[in-house]
């Protein structure tokens, strides 16, 4: 008995095809793919399968992704190989592929890897527009830096977009919400010209004691979308800039805060949410210390709204701990208690045991995993909440 209990008639959908596991971006890389292996062994082990819809969705076709990409890109993406790639390459330079950090590597596969996430979101997105499911999840997709023509941050294809456009078919506003600990850019410019896409984004900013701002560098308060009256995106983004370190209670009650008032204002017909685990504590990339149950609280919050949502991945980069936030949030979904202990029969179960792995429990303590002071202080976010609140009297309907 794992505690299962299902008292909210919610029809949630999983849509995941395994085969996205088995890719590699490099050995040292921080995303890994092989975080959704444990992802899914955890959701397993605690039975989660029988209470939602499962789906292994095919992989997206070229014309599928030319929905947003432009084709000459998408040529290049299905024909690189690390064989083939010429670094000195204009194109490769050009396309995102260059650059001495490395973010976007070509690697074996990469093709069939972003096809098969966008196919998952897609999946997702049809589930919604079809009825069949109330919450659709797709943990392997959610990436939220790739722009039309350009790869970024580890991401390639931007399967967020693509789900989204799906759902404008039949949905007259769409709200995009983003917790994953960097700005979700590529998302909010893609619908910078429209007001039938509003993007609020939760994310790390500011600049570093090198000189270096934190990836991608963009998102500040005032960034609230192109400010002409005459371009109908005019105030359809909101950014929450947040310093190093922020706690569970100050994380949830701002996301309370801004969500609910953006969704009362804007009344979207559905929500996609980008639910990046490298807003927990301890996340090797991340900044922030919260817990499994505070990131969990936020899609909580979002579920209350009661309107159909596609929850998706993102960052993530302590694998353990990113498993065990999208298991409890996959729970969430279904309205599920799950137990601290995990079940003692799952397959790589030493990665979540000793100390130091979190003791074999679902819901470890992080902050004994702290590395960053928090540096915000309650009356600064009270501040970013009142300057929140005013660029919203700018979206107009
Ligand atoms: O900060 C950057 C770009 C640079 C990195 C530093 N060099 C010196 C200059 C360029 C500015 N990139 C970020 C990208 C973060 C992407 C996050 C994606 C998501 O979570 O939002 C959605 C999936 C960054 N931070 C850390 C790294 N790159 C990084 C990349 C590596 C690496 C270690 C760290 C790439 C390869 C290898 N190690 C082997
Ligand atoms: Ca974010
Ligand atoms: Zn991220």
Not at 226 to 247: E, F, Q, T, V
Request: aromatic share 12%; net charge negative.
């Amino acid at each position: 008995d794992y505690g299962l209990e299902r008292p909210q008639g919610y029809n949630v959908s999983f849509h995941y095809n395994p085969h996205v596991e088995y890719h590699h971006f490099g050995s040292s890389h921080p995303m890994k793919p092989w975080r959704l292996t444990l992802t899914k062994q955890l959701v397993l082990s605690y039975g989660l399968e029988y209470t939602m819809d499962l789906y292994e969705p095919r992989p997206a076709n070229f014309n599928e992704l030319a929905i947003f990409h432009d084709r000459e890109y998408l040529s290049y993406l299905s024909e690189i190989t690390p064989q083939n790639a010429k670094p000195d390459d204009a194109q490769y330079i050009a396309y995102g592929f260059g650059g001495d950090s490395n973010d976007c590597p070509v690697f074996d596969g990469l093709w069939n890897y972003v096809s098969l996430y966008t196919g998952a979101s897609m999946s997702a997105a049809y589930n919604l527009l079809n009825k069949q499911s109330d919450i659709a999840i797709n943990w392997s997709g959610g990436l939220h830096h790739a722009k039309k023509n350009l790869a970024s941050g580890f991401c390639y294809v931007n399967d967020i977009v693509i789900a989204i456009q799906l759902l404008l078919t039949q949905h007259q506003r769409v709200l995009y919400i983003d917790i994953d600990v960097h700005h979700g850019d590529g998302v909010e410019q893609a619908f910078e010209s429209t007001d039938r896409v509003f993007t609020l984004s939760f994310h790390k900013y500011g600049i570093d004691r090198h000189g270096w701002p934190f990836f991608p560098g963009t998102g500040n308060i005032d960034e609230i979308g192109p400010k002409d009256p005459a371009n109908r995106g005019k105030a359809h983004s909101l950014n929450i800039p947040i310093d190093d370190g922020i706690d569970d209670h100050q994380y949830k009650s701002l996301f309370k805060t801004v969500t609910s008032k953006v969704v009362e204002k804007y009344n979207p017909q559905a929500i996609v949410l980008q639910s990046g685990a490298d807003s927990l504590g301890g996340d090797r990339l991340g900044r922030f210390n919260l817990n499994i149950k505070a990131h969990g609280s936020c899609i909580e919050t979002v579920k209350s709204f009661g309107r159909p949502l596609i929850l998706i991945g993102g960052g993530g980069y302590t694998p353990r701990n990113v498993a065990r936030t999208w298991c409890h949030e996959t729970a969430v979904c279904v309205g599920a208690t799950l137990h601290d202990d995990l079940p003692t029969h799952i397959p790589y179960l030493q990665a979540f045991q000793g100390e130091e792995n979190g003791g074999g429990r679902l819901y470890p303590d992080l902050h004994n995993t702290k590395r960053h002071d928090n540096l915000n202080t309650d009356p600064a976010l009270q501040k970013l909440v009142e300057r929140a609140m005013e660029n919203l009297r700018y979206m107009e309907g």
